[in-house]
């Protein structure tokens, strides 16, 4: 039924849950995420399962994957339902398939990636010891970045001191 301003519906009534929603991503990530933070665990030579168990990224890690997807689809869809397509059923459920095409086309791969890569910068971050030294690299492949030129001229920075922009680590 469309959502219009006679029918006294709103697009939130309609869709799940924003935490609800969000779990279904988390669920699907967890694992994946997991399994980046324990390979860039080993990457730096020193993975141990203490280390990996005695770290709550898993959690923040698809918390936050969860979030990039789950906000933005959310916006759009409520965008989608609220309007434009007036009292007609084939059209609105047209607006909703495209809304959920566009982001399995061409979005969820990108955010999944630097989710996957964050996940692994984290792991072999959280597997280094105490005051070890880190340097930000860069590689403007997306183009220039200068949070990331700047994190890269403060030079080695000692593990538990946040570099320029903030950031611990690489995402």
Known sequence: YPLTERSGAKPASVLADREAHGERFRQVARPFLTEAFEAGATFTGTFSPTTVAATPDGDR????????VVDPLRKRLESVLAGGQGDDPVALAEAVGAAYR???TKRVEVVAADHVANAFAAGAYAALPAGAEVRWLVEDVGGPCPDCDDNALAGPTAKGEA????QLHPP
């Open 61 to 68: 890690l698809s918390d936050a994957l969860a979030e990039a």
């Open 102 to 104: 566009e982001w399995k």
């Open 163 to 166: 570099f320029p922009t903030g």
